[in-house]
T-cell receptor, first 109, second 115 residues
C-alpha cells in the first residue's frame, strides 16, 4: 500500500468554481502535512502547510482529519492560473517525506 | 536569487557512465533533501542531511548512489554505472530545520537521461 494516495484526476472545472481534493495517508504516526503545487516540468512549490486546526490562505483552505487519516484542499473561485498538479505530502517520521502522485487540475475559461 | 540552485539542469549520459549533481541550498537552511521524480509520479525520497550528517536513506538509494554534504552547505549526488532506469528528474530541497513544521523549498532539478 502506498504511503500517500491521491485521485490523479484530472479535475476539469470552469473558472470561478470551487473544487476540493482529498488525500489519504497510511501511517497514523505521521507528523506533518503539506500541499504543494507543481506546474508541468517545474519543481514543486509549497502551497501551504496543513495544521490540525485547519488553515486558510486566501482562496485556499486545508483541513486535516487524523481520525480518518486524510487531508483535504479546497480551492474557491478557481482561476486559470490554478491549473497545475497538486501534491499531497506527509512527513512519515524521521523527516522522511512521502509525496502522493498528484491530482491534476484544469481550470477552463 | 537566494533560492535552491541545482547544477547541471540537464545531463545526458551513456549507460555505464558516472554522473554527479550539485545542490546549493538556501543559505540559512541546515536540512537538505534529495528526491527522484519520474513522469506521472510524485517525488520519491532518496536521502536527507542535517548539516553534514546523512540521517536517513531510502532503500531506493542503491549502492550505486552516494550523496555527500561535506561542509554542511552544498551537497552532491553521484550515480555510478548509470542504468536506463536512472533516467528521471533529481530534485533537491532544503529547509530551515529549526521550526516546528519543516517546510521544504525545492530547486529546479537536474533532468538525467541515460541512453
Amino acid at each position: 500500500r502506498k504511503e500517500v494516495e491521491q485521485d490523479p484526476g484530472p479535475f476539469n472545472v470552469p473558472e470561478g468554481a470551487t473544487v476540493a481534493f482529498n488525500c489519504t495517508y497510511s501511517n497514523s504516526a505521521s507528523q506533518s502535512f503539506f500541499w504543494y503545487r507543481q506546474d508541468c516540468r517545474k519543481e514543486p512549490k509549497l502551497l501551504m502547510s496543513v495544521y490540525s486546526s485547519g488553515n486558510e490562505d486566501g482562496r485556499f483552505t486545508a483541513q486535516l482529519n487524523r481520525a480518518s487519516q486524510y487531508i483535504s484542499l479546497l480551492i474557491r473561485d478557481s482561476k486559470l492560473s490554478d491549473s497545475a498538479t497538486y501534491l499531497c505530502v506527509v512527513n512519515g517520521g524521521f523527516n522522511k517525506f512521502y509525496f502522493g502522485s498528484g491530482t491534476k487540475l484544469n481550470v477552463k475559461p | 536569487d537566494t533560492g535552491v540552485s541545482q547544477n547541471p539542469r540537464h545531463k545526458i549520459t551513456k549507460r555505464g557512465q558516472n554522473v554527479t549533481f550539485r545542490c546549493d541550498p538556501i543559505s540559512e537552511h541546515n536540512r537538505l533533501y534529495w528526491y527522484r521524480q519520474t513522469l506521472g509520479q510524485g517525488p520519491e525520497f532518496l536521502t536527507y542531511f542535517q548539516n553534514e550528517a546523512q540521517l536517513e536513506k531510502s532503500r531506493l538509494l542503491s549502492d550505486r548512489f552516494s550523496a555527500e554534504r561535506p561542509k554542511g552547505s552544498f551537497s552532491t549526488l553521484e550515480i555510478q554505472r548509470t542504468e536506463q532506469g536512472d533516467s528521471a528528474m533529481y530534485l533537491c530541497a532544503s529547509s530551515h530545520g529549526g521550526k516546528e513544521v519543516d517546510e521544504q523549498y525545492f530547486g529546479p532539478g537536474t533532468r538525467l537521461t541515460v541512453t
